[in-house]
């Protein structure tokens, strides 16, 4: 191990025999994690060449099971973001594409750190189970066109090990363990094709377009290598995407966004990636006719419908869906109020999912608890005028201290000029 390290250290290319002996060696804990950290530094530094990208995927991806989902009928469509603020889409492209006729058996990660994770946001519906046998994720998904379950403890194991290591070693932004870390989970799960949404800006991992497009390019060829049709979308994400920062406020806001009343940002979003979906799961002949079916599903209340259908499918409470108080409420909540006139020139979107973390609706290690009440929800988005002493933003959370930390973050993200 120390002479691989020294190798990547000194710029050079790693064999894939080397990188398969570290994967197989740190999953089965004959590495140790200091080990692992030089390793993982040196690659952030020196970089990874497609090559060395392609076998770390694919050790990655045979470090546990791989899902076969042949059962299921039609070509299912899998959906990947990269890390987002208020990044919702999956609770709403899902049904979308489902309802348009594309099965979607989908398994989520948890947030960590400042991005939000469909996984808590699924498990603040009340009595929602993201933890399903293979058997009952593969008939239901046959039964009612959708599941949206919690990655599998057996899928990609070497990514949840290193990704922790990443997390806590300033490693996360390496633009090879990223496209790694994200197409092994992605070839493990069994789908036919993948729409990867890649995050560009200051809250995400990929802060120049021209790191978004290399990411997108490096993730494309590995999904077709592997004969999965893959499609990415560069999106923005200067800013939160909607209003809701925080796991009960974004299944709020995913709901009226599938009643039609959803925020212009999300909306747009939606039907573009729901398109690429329903393109992709070959129910439209053009992007265009895609959007198209997109709309209708959502504007005629299909998706919403099968929204209903997954929640009560997979044991929450349909009923949410018409009375948020179900929901729960946080004990505490402060406004961010104006302090001059003017216009909304930036609203730095990690520092509100900074604040977001703060106020308890984060993690900071993957074992810690999380407030599903906590959150930011923001009255107002780039390019809004306001007055003196107009609401900014709303933060709630269950404890004083931390209503305190993330409404001073809060403040911090948001310019006036």
Do not use: W
Not at 162 to 169: A, E, G, K
């Amino acid at each position: 191990m120390e002479e691989i390290i020294i190798k990547k250290r000194d710029g050079k290319i790693l064999g894939s025999e080397e990188i398969n002996f570290f994967i197989n060696g740190y999953t089965k804990g004959e590495i140790p994690d200091y080990q692992a950290s030089a390793l993982l530094m040196s690659i952030y530094f020196q970089g990874l060449s497609e090559k060395e990208i392609t076998d770390l995927t694919e050790a990655m991806m045979l470090s546990g099971d791989v899902v076969d989902l042949s059962e299921i009928k039609g070509i299912k469509v899998d959906k990947h973001s990269t890390g987002g603020v208020g990044d919702k889409t999956t609770l709403i492209v899902a049904p979308i594409a489902a309802a348009a006729g594309v099965p979607v058996a989908k398994m989520s990660g948890r947030g960590l750190g400042f991005t939000g994770g469909t996984r808590d946001k699924l498990e603040s519906v009340p009595g929602y189970k993201t933890a399903l046998t293979q058997k009952e994720f593969i008939d239901q998904v046959n039964e009612i066109g959708i599941s949206l379950i919690g990655q599998t403890a057996d899928i990609a194991v070497a990514d949840k090990k290193l990704y922790s290591l990443r997390d806590v070693t300033g490693t996360v932004g390496s633009l090879g363990l990223i496209t790694a870390s994200i197409m092994s989970k992605k070839l493990a799960s069994g789908g036919d094709a993948i729409v990867l949404d890649v995050k560009c800006g200051r809250g995400g991992f990929m802060k120049t377009k021209e790191e978004a497009r290399k990411l997108a390019d490096l993730m494309i060829k590995i999904g077709e290598k592997h004969g999965k049709k893959t499609a990415a979308l560069i999106t923005d994400m200067n800013e939160p995407l909607g209003n809701a920062v925080g796991n009960t406020l974004e299944v709020i806001e995913a709901i009226e966004t599938l009643k039609g009343k959803g925020p212009e940002d999300i909306t747009k979003l939606s039907f573009e990636i729901a398109g690429h979906m329903i393109l992709l799961g070959k129910k439209a002949r053009s992007i265009e006719d895609a959007v198209e079916s997109a709309k209708e599903v959502l504007y005629s209340g299909k998706a919403l419908d099968k929204f209903r259908r997954l929640i009560d499918a997979q044991g929450g409470d349909p009923k949410i869906i018409d009375d948020y108080s179900l929901l729960g409420k946080a004990k505490y909540e402060n406004n961010i109020i104006s302090q001059k006139n003017g216009v909304i020139k930036e609203i730095d979107a990690q520092k509100v999912g900074e604040a977001a973390q703060l106020l308890g609706a984060g993690r900071v290690t993957k074992e810690d608890d999380i407030d599903f009440c906590a959150g930011v929800l923001l009255s107002k988005k780039i390019g809004d005028r306001v007055s003196k002493r107009d609401v900014l933003a709303t933060v709630f959370s269950e404890d004083r201290k931390k209503l305190k930390l993330g409404s001073d973050r809060l403040k911090e993200s948001i310019i006036i000029t």
